[in-house]
């Protein structure tokens, strides 16, 4: 029997405080392992205080809150203001990386996604991220297919040591996506849009991944 990939949530573009209702909810049944925060480009102190208003709703339940924010902005100070556990870049070079991972030291996670290539991915790998994610919705809110995800997550998966996490669409696809043995397994509006709530829809795909666990 094999570890069941853990859940990790991510959230609409936020712009306010008022979606810490439906974070609490999804996040209340421990299942969550991790949570990335996307905020809507503000300046530093709004984003500050928005990540420290939501935080408690994912960390008072034991997932990791990790931010990351549109636009130009210091997501090292974010984080590490907002008392986030880490921070997620997309899109980033190595160097951007290593000079991240400088300022935040072993203390918090440095996650990265938008990863175009297999060579981007192992450069990241090599500059230190803590994981990646693959397979994320695109800026026009595209997604590449299901098909590329898996066999992207299952090559890294087998080869290299970094965890990754693999997004998938839909709550259908999560065990498409487990059997790859990616470590985290990212869900967004198929959680957030569920028609029986938040918690309803982590308790299904927990439960898919408790399945997989044990048939493997």
């Known amino acids: 029997m094999s570890e069941p990939a853990r859940l990790y949530l991510i959230t609409p573009v936020l712009e306010d405080a008022s979606f810490a209702p439906k974070l609490a909810e999804a996040c209340k049944g421990g299942a969550v392992a991790a949570v990335l925060l996307r905020l809507r480009a503000a300046d530093e102190r709004s984003l500050t205080n928005l990540v420290k208003a939501l935080g408690p709703s994912a960390q008072d339940h034991g997932a990791a809150l990790i931010v990351t924010a549109e636009g130009e902005v210091d997501l090292a100070n974010v984080a590490v203001r907002g008392g986030a556990d880490g921070a997620h870049v997309s899109g ?20 990265a996604g938008d990863i175009r290539t297999k060579d981007d991915a192992m450069s990241l790998g090599e500059a230190g991220v803590d994981y990646l994610l ?7 809110g595209s997604l590449p297919s299901l098909e590329s995800v898996a066999e992207r997550a299952a090559w890294w998966a087998e080869i290299f040591e970094t965890p990754c996490v693999a997004y998938a669409p839909s709550l259908e696809a999560v065990e498409t ?24 829809a982590v308790k299904a795909a927990a439960e898919a991944l408790a399945r997989l666990g044990a048939s493997h």
């Open 92 to 111: 980033a070079t190595p160097a951007q990386i290593r000079e991240l991972r400088e300022r935040l030291k072993a203390e918090r996670a440095i996650g």
């Open 134 to 140: 693959f397979g994320e919705p695109r800026r026009d």
């Open 177 to 200: 996506l487990a059997a790859t043995h990616a470590e985290f397994i990212a869900l967004g509006d198929s959680v957030w849009s569920h028609p029986d709530g938040p918690a309803a």
